[in-house]
C-alpha cells in the first residue's frame, strides 16, 4: 500500500504546504508544468518524485523529465503526461495509446481544472489535479492525495490550498 501526492502545474511555485501535505506520501507525481528544477528539487526531498514536462518547462526540465511516463505503482498500471484531456475527449497526442493498451489510472494536468473522473469506457480512473501554482487562470490551487492499494485507488482527498492570489 502506497500513499501518493499529486499536483501538477506548479509554474515555478512553491507553497510550504506542499511539505506539510506530502511529507505523509510514499512518493509525488507531479503531471507536468514544474517550472524550474527548484520546486522539482524541494519535493523530492519530501520524498521520491516522479514527474513529466509540460508545454510550459524549459530545456533543463525536458532533459530531467519525459512527456510520458508508464508505470506501476503497487500492482497498478499508471500513465502520467501532462496534456490528456478527459475520458470522451481525450487529446489525440495520447488518445490512441490509451484506446490500444489502458492504464487503471490516467493522470494528467495542463487544464488547470480539477476533475477525478471514471471512464467506463477504458476502465481507468482519469485524474487531473488542478493546478497547485499561482499562474493561470484557475481560481482555487489544488492538490489530491490518494492510496494505491494493489490495483485499487481509495482514500481520494483533494486538498484545497486557497483561491489563486494571482487571480483576486
Given amino acids: 500500500m502506497k500513499r501518493i501526492g499529486i499536483l ?30 527548484d520546486v522539482a528539487d524541494r519535493l523530492a526531498e519530501i520524498c521520491p518524485l516522479r514527474a513529466v514536462c509540460g508545454n510550459c518547462d524549459g530545456g533543463d526540465l525536458r532533459l530531467l523529465y519525459p512527456e510520458l511516463l508508464r508505470f506501476r505503482c503497487e500492482e497498478a498500471d499508471v500513465l502520467l503526461t501532462h496534456i490528456g484531456g478527459y475520458p470522451g475527449r481525450y487529446n489525440p497526442r495520447i488518445s490512441a495509446r490509451l484506446y490500444a493498451s489502458p492504464p487503471d489510472l490516467f493522470v494528467c494536468g495542463h487544464s488547470h481544472i480539477l476533475k477525478v473522473q471514471y471512464d467506463k469506457a ?46 483576486l
Fill in 8 to 37: 501538477s502545474d506548479t509554474h515555478s511555485y512553491w507553497d510550504d504546504r506542499y511539505k506539510e501535505y506530502f511529507s505523509q506520501c510514499d512518493e509525488i507525481w507531479h503531471a507536468g508544468d514544474i517550472g524550474s528544477a
Fill in 122 to 167: 477504458l476502465h481507468l480512473l482519469h485524474i487531473n489535479p488542478g493546478a497547485a501554482g499561482i499562474t493561470g487562470w484557475h481560481t482555487e490551487r489544488t492538490l489530491i492525495r490518494l492510496t494505491v492499494d494493489g490495483r485499487e485507488f481509495k482514500d481520494l482527498e483533494v486538498i484545497t490550498l486557497g483561491k489563486n492570489i494571482a487571480r
